[in-house]
């Protein structure tokens, strides 16, 4: 299976501030946005969500109406992710301060399950700005309850359900302790209620 190929693209301060030159590293400026949904996307000023998302390059189209989705805040950074009217799937990582570091976009499709499993390797593992980390996609309807490597229980976060147009699966984010090999030991519950374990490989 392929992970969601990600092309970074490394933001200019001229791009975020409209002043290059004028500051040591890019930052999202204060403006009126609008409001932002999904998991946790009210946790932070909003018009640093929307400006980021607006960074966006033209190939990839805009963001949709499903609005910016905080995936995860740690360690002074924030994780977001969010849709585009052209079927792709974008994040980005912003400091507690509004700095931008990196926004990226990719095809969703390309992240394809195992024969038999319900789980894709989304984006990752990598280290972000903060910590380790897997986005995983999920077929949608099966719930993630639990997730392990080797034995110890890992921290986990439902971000969103994709629309239809890129995939329609849920997207989870998995903080992981360090650099992990080998695989995910992810327990889910199916739209019966019933549970059933599946393994991610890293």
């Known amino acids: 299976m392929r992970p969601l190929a990600l092309t970074a693209l490394v933001l200019s301060a001229a791009l975020l501030t409209g002043c290059g030159g004028q500051e040591d ?3 999202v400026p204060a403006a009126p946005a609008p409001a932002t949904s ?3 996307a009210t946790d932070g000023p909003v018009e640093w969500a929307a400006q980021v998302a607006g960074l966006t390059a033209p190939e990839h189209g805009t963001v949709t109406e499903a609005g910016v989705s905080l ?8 994780f977001y992710l969010w849709e585009t009217t052209k079927g792709k799937v974008c994040t980005a ?3 507690d301060s509004g700095v931008a570091r990196e926004v990226a976009c990719g095809n969703p499709a390309e ?5 038999g499993s319900k789980l894709a390797r989304f984006v990752g593992p990598g280290t972000g700005f903060a910590e ?4 995983v996609a ?3 309807g099966a719930e993630v309850t639990s997730v392990e490597h080797e034995g110890k229980a890992l921290s986990w976060t439902r971000v969103r359900t994709l629309s239809s147009a890129t995939t329609g699966r849920d997207v ?3 903080t992981l302790p360090d650099r992990t090999y080998g695989s995910l030991d992810v327990t889910l519950k199916g739209a019966d209620g019933r549970p059933g374990k599946d393994r991610l490989r890293l």
Not at 71 to 78: I, V
Not at 111 to 115: F, I, R
Not at 132 to 135: A, G
């Open 71 to 78: 995936a995860r805040r740690a360690g002074g950074y924030r």
């Open 138 to 140: 999920v077929e949608h």
């Open 132 to 135: 380790w980390y897997v986005m």
């Open 25 to 27: 590293a890019p930052r």
């Open 111 to 115: 992240a394809v399950p195992g024969k």
């Open 38 to 40: 999904g998991a946790g």
């Open 93 to 95: 990582q912003v400091t």
């Open 172 to 174: 989870y984010y998995v």
